[in-house]
């Protein structure tokens, strides 16, 4: 009776949702540069969201794309090209066959337990809520994404808390998930390598006269990156979340170390984290480093998913007691939900900047006057507002071309100087990434948000961690960092 009774509301939802959306397509007119079908998408768009949110991820996305397919605002190669077919999609399925395996033959479980029972970490929870924060940085440094980061630590939070008796859905649990999120979100921010929002921003700034390179860019976003995120989550983590630590506090760290020192890594589970480290390294770090030349330049083209394809084809080919580590059959043990909802959210965000909708150029002429009318401080504090606001629903590279486009003009008509421009731009690009309030406000977000904790869980603690982050982040670059960089 009570799952009825939940169909029954889902589906009242659903309908609420679907009447809201074909309002907004009666009432709101092609203007500026809106073209019709840029309402219909738009109106296609809104309801999706507002399905993610409240009502579901995976089935509600399959409607949203037959929507765009049956209303004919886009063509089936595209759906099929930026969602199915995208690159990031075919090689998270990947990914988490391999991630799968990491944690069937107990390497996270090795990690895990190698993580907890250090010394520096007994006792001090947060103190380990600190260094499980940099860990995050670290692998999202070296492999250039937070995806990858979501399929190495969700797990190990899961191996974590099993390990000191913790139970999902308590608060502690919750803490790990969190910190996994919001550290993943920023980190890739701070990184350019590999971020297709960094890369996107920094590219409008080359177009505006303002080019700064790759490490330019990780010389400013660095070290506020790393700091104002680290604080502001333990600031809320501790005074906000409040988890029980009671279990972590009694922890016997030193009969574990030494039941360490007898156990070892199963032959398959050496191989699986052997690729997978070979993957970080080849897909993720060496694009980055450009002094290498031809080399960068070879592995650039290769792309993180080609090399994520090499890896599970030679673990294919690899066996140990005439088992290979990995089979076809494996990827039938993905999750499924969250590759439907991401390909969606692919297809969004390579679609919703289309010169055929006109949503962008209308949504910059809507900005602008309204802008002109305010001072320079107001006006940076009305862009960093605006462009953390939108990337919580919208794609977080269109964001970023929303915000540079318009703010970055109007602060350099209003005299600000090049010093002030290029942080300010850091600032949009950084605060483009920061969002996590929505299932649709980043692609790795549905992979946390549904399948470990609810919206309505982590919405305070997420809304909290955002609203820190814009004010440190914009404090320190709209006075500080342009004084100290000059």
């Not at 397919?69 to 990914?95: Q, R």
């Not at 899961?158 to 550290?183: N, P, Q, R, S």
Request: charged share 10%.
């Amino acid at each position: 009776m009570d799952k009825t009774l939940d169909n029954r509301k889902t589906l009242i939802k659903f309908f609420i949702i679907i009447a809201i959306a074909v309002a907004f397509k009666m009432i709101v007119h092609p203007a500026y540069d809106l073209t019709p079908a840029g309402v219909t998408y738009l109106a296609i768009f809104l309801g999706t969201v507002l399905c993610w949110i409240f009502v579901g991820s995976a089935w509600p996305t399959l409607l949203s794309m037959a929507a765009l397919l049956m209303t004919g605002t886009l063509p089936i190669g595209t759906i099929g090209a930026t969602g199915w077919g995208s690159m990031l999609v075919m090689s998270l399925i990947c990914s988490m066959v391999v991630a799968s395996k990491l944690q069937e033959f107990g390497v996270l479980r090795y990690i895990a337990r190698w993580m907890i029972s250090r010394k520096i970490v007994h006792g001090r929870p947060f103190v380990f809520a600190a260094v499980w924060s940099l860990a995050i940085f670290a692998v999202v440094g070296l492999s250039g994404g937070h995806v990858i980061a979501y399929l190495l630590f969700i797990p190990l939070a899961h191996d974590v808390c099993a390990e000191i008796g913790v139970k999902k859905g308590e608060k502690f649990y919750l803490m790990f998930i969190l910190l996994t999120l919001w550290t993943g979100i920023i980190a890739e921010s701070v990184f350019p390598f590999c971020s297709m929002t960094d890369l996107t921003g920094l590219g409008i700034l080359a177009g505006m006269n303002l080019p700064m390179s790759t490490v330019q860019y990780l010389v400013r976003s660095i070290v506020p990156g790393i700091i104002v995120p680290v604080l502001i989550s333990q600031l809320v983590i501790r005074f906000m979340l409040k988890p029980d630590t009671s279990l972590f506090d009694n922890y016997d760290d030193a009969a574990k170390r030494a039941e360490l020192k007898q156990e070892t890594i199963c032959t398959e589970g050496k191989i699986a984290i052997t690729f997978f480290l070979l993957w970080i390294l080849f897909g993720g770090l060496l694009p980055g480093l450009s002094a290498l030349g031809a080399i960068s330049a070879w592995a650039s083209s290769v792309g993180i998913a080609g090399f994520n394809f090499f890896m599970v084809g030679v673990l294919c080919i690899i066996q140990v007691k005439g088992e290979p580590i990995v089979s076809a059959k494996d990827a039938a043990k993905v999750p499924w939900t969250i590759i439907i909802f991401m390909s969606g959210i692919m297809t969004f965000s390579a679609t919703i900047g289309s010169e055929d909708f006109g949503i962008v150029p209308t949504v910059t002429k809507l900005l602008f006057p309204i802008a002109t009318k305010l001072s320079l401080p107001a006006v940076i504090i009305v862009g960093a507002i605006v462009v953390t606001v939108l990337s919580n629903f919208i794609s977080n590279t269109v964001t970023c071309v929303i915000g540079i486009s318009v703010f970055i003009p109007l602060i350099l008509q209003m005299g600000a100087s090049n010093s002030l421009a290029y942080s300010v731009g850091t600032m949009i690009i950084m605060l483009c990434s920061a969002a996590c309030l929505t299932p649709s406000a980043t692609v790795g977000t549905p992979m946390i948000m549904g399948p470990e904790a609810s919206m309505k869980e982590m919405f305070k603690y997420s809304l909290a961690f955002i609203i820190g982050d814009l004010v440190l982040i914009t404090l320190l670059y709209s006075t500080v960092i342009p004084q100290i960089m000059g």
